[in-house]
C-alpha cells in the first residue's frame, strides 16, 4: 500500500528536511480585516508581508481549509497514493480537525483515508512525527493505517512541546490557552511558558527569559537529554534580544538543538515575539 502523510500549514514551516518524502502540505488560510483572505502558503507571506503586518498590530486571523479544499486535495493525492493519513492542526486551534474528518466520512475515501484524531501535537511536532512515521514506513516496520495510528500515540507519548507566546492577549483573544494565563494577564511584563497539550497549561512564569530558560534546560536534563531531540522555533521578526537570550542559555546548558521558523500560523496566534521548544524522540 502507496501511503501519503498529509500536514496542514500549521504542521511545517515546509522545510528542506520534508522534500522528496511522502509528506504532503494542505494550506491554511489567513483572514484580513476587511474579510478578504489567503493561503499560508511560503509564496503567499512572502508577497503580502503577513507578518510584518502582525507586527504592527493589523488584526490578522488564522482560518481552516474549506471543505472543497479538503476535498479537492484528497482526489489530488488519491490519483498517486492507495491511502491518505492526514494529521491536522490541534483541535484546540482549529475546526480542521472536525473538518477533516467530516470529509474523510464520505463514502469515496472510505479505506482510503485516515484522519488522526490530533488533540497534543503542534508546530514542528507535527513535522517530527511526520518524518518519524516516513520512516518507519520506508523500513517496512508498519504498513498500515492502523499501525500508523499506533505509532503516532506511541511517539506522542513522550512529546514535550512548549510556547512562550510573545503577545498573551492575542493568543488568549480566540479562546486558545486561556485557562493557562488568565490569572496573569494583568500582571505586567510577565512572561508565561504555556505546555501545549489538548488542555494547555502553564509551565512557568517569570519576568526574565532567563528564568524561563531555567525552566526548559531543567526539563530536558532532567528528562529528554538522551535518546531525543530539540527544536527551537521563533518568527522571522521575534526581537534579537529574546531570540539571543535564549539561544545563549540552551548553548550555555549544553542543549543539543536545532533551529526552525515556527508555522505562520503560530506566529499569528502569539505575536511575532513568539518562540518555543519542541523535544521528540530522535528520528
Known sequence: ??????LDSSGTNQSEKIKNKNIEVLPLHFTFPNGTDM??????????????LISEGVDIKTSQASPDEVENKYDELLKT?????HI?????????????????RDDKYIGKVTVYENLNIAAQAIEQTALHISKLLEEGKIKTPEEITQAIKEYEKEMYIAILPGDLKRLTSGGRGKKAVTTVLNILKTKVLI???AEPKKEAMGRTINSIMDRITKVYHE???KGFEMVFVRTPLTSSKIY?????????????????????????HAGVDTIGFIITKKI
Request: no cysteine; aromatic share 8%; net charge negative.
Open 39 to 52: 493561503l499560508d502558503t511560503p509564496k503567499e507571506v512572502k508577497e503580502k508581508g503577513i507578518i510584518k
Open 1 to 6: 500500500m502507496k501511503i501519503v502523510i498529509l
Open 81 to 85: 497514493y492507495d491511502h491518505i493519513f
Open 195 to 197: 505546555k501545549w497539550e
Open 88 to 104: 491536522p492542526i490541534t483541535g484546540n486551534l482549529s475546526s480542521m480537525l472536525q473538518t477533516a474528518m467530516m470529509v474523510s
Open 223 to 225: 528528562s529528554y537529554s
Open 244 to 268: 539571543e537570550a535564549a539561544r545563549g542559555a540552551l548553548v550555555e546548558a549544553k542543549v543539543n538543538f536545532s533551529e526552525e521558523l515556527i508555522p505562520n500560523i503560530y506566529t499569528a
